[in-house]
T-cell receptor, first 112, second 115 residues
């Protein structure tokens, strides 16, 4: 599966919009882009998934440019409870879900 | 929440002893995964299964074996535990989404300490 590169850490303040960018230069045609959130002492949980252009749900937006070599997770008006590690993954189409590789993720710290 | 149960939740064992961690699901998902998480390393895939008796290695499979005799159970075995295997272990499940991607659901984790 395609390897991903994300910043190791980011800092923000409550009420700000946070954008976390992930690079995946060798993404395959059938790969989807998925983001997970992990709080301390918990397993990761799904945030959002997309294939191209823009996807929005009640939690976040995902922006994917036409070449799909990167993606940006956007968290609107973050709060202290958004402090977590965020992981970007590519792959997962149909049966090709075996190697779900998470990497080190981006540790987001939200300050008052 | 997805029906995933990991057992035990905490375990302390001695170096050289065998240890088996269990992951049980009630979702009938085809794929099951075992990860370990250590400070500074994020989540690393140990083994995964894509069906009963069908398993494959992940990133860090040395020292670990797995078995899946039933859809609902995925066992992770440390044949002879070492201190380097002290970690938090997570199980996850997923089901192929047909024409789309799908998400993975994670268990609550097992904290294993090898002394």
């Amino acid at each position: 599966l395609a390897k991903t590169t994300q910043p190791i850490s980011m800092d923000s303040y409550e009420g700000q919009e946070v954008n976390i960018t992930c690079s995946h230069n060798n993404i395959a045609t059938n790969d989807y882009i998925t983001w997970y959130q992990q709080f301390p002492s918990q397993g990761p949980r799904f945030i959002i998934q997309g294939y191209k252009t823009k996807v929005t749900n009640e939690v976040a937006s995902l922006f994917i440019p036409a070449d799909r070599k990167s993606s940006t997770l956007s968290l609107p008006r973050v709060s202290l409870s958004d402090t977590a590690v965020y992981y970007c993954l590519v792959g997962g189409y149909g049966g090709s879900q075996g190697n779900l590789i998470f990497g080190k993720g981006t540790k987001l710290s939200v300050k008052p | 929440d997805a029906g995933i149960t990991q057992s035990p939740r905490h375990k302390v064992t001695e170096t050289g002893t065998p240890v088996t961690l269990r992951c049980h699901q009630t979702e009938n998902h085809r794929y099951m995964y075992w990860y370990r998480q250590d400070p500074g390393h994020g989540l690393r895939l140990i083994h995964y299964s894509y069906g009963v008796k069908d398993t494959d290695k992940g990133e860090v499979s040395d020292g670990y074996s797995v078995s899946r005799s039933k859809t609902e159970d995925f066992l992770l075995t440390l044949e002879s535990a070492t201190s380097s295997q002290t970690s938090v272990y997570f199980c996850a499940i997923s089901e192929p989404g047909g024409g789309s991607g799908s998400e993975a659901f994670f268990g609550q984790g097992t904290r294993l300490t090898v002394v």
